[in-house]
């Protein structure tokens, strides 16, 4: 399974961890990705996604339907 949100396409970000000495190596720094239940109105089921935290958020407040229509991502 890919470190990547099913709805909001989120995934790792390349950084650098910086040491006390000021020296850089590179790191990932990967999405906060929570397994989420979601209820679904219009399948009249519930969905089982992998979220990001902040995605969870905006299916809060956009809902469900309208947040993947939006990512191209079917619930079927």
């Known amino acids: ?3 990547k949100c099913q709805l909001t396409g989120k995934k790792a970000n ?3 961890a ?9 790191k ?8 989420k239940r979601v209820w679904w109105p219009e399948g009249n089921r519930w ?3 992998r979220l990001s935290t902040k995605a ?3 299916v809060q407040k956009k809902g469900l339907q309208a947040m993947a229509a939006s990512a ?3 619930l079927n």
């Open 56 to 58: 969870m958020k905006t």
């Open 47 to 49: 969905v089982k996604l």
């Open 72 to 74: 191209g991502t079917n």
């Open 18 to 26: 910086v040491s006390h000495s000021h020296r850089r190596t590179k």
């Open 1 to 3: 399974m890919s470190h």
């Open 28 to 35: 990932l720094q990967q999405v906060n990705l929570q397994w």
């Open 14 to 16: 390349n950084a650098y």
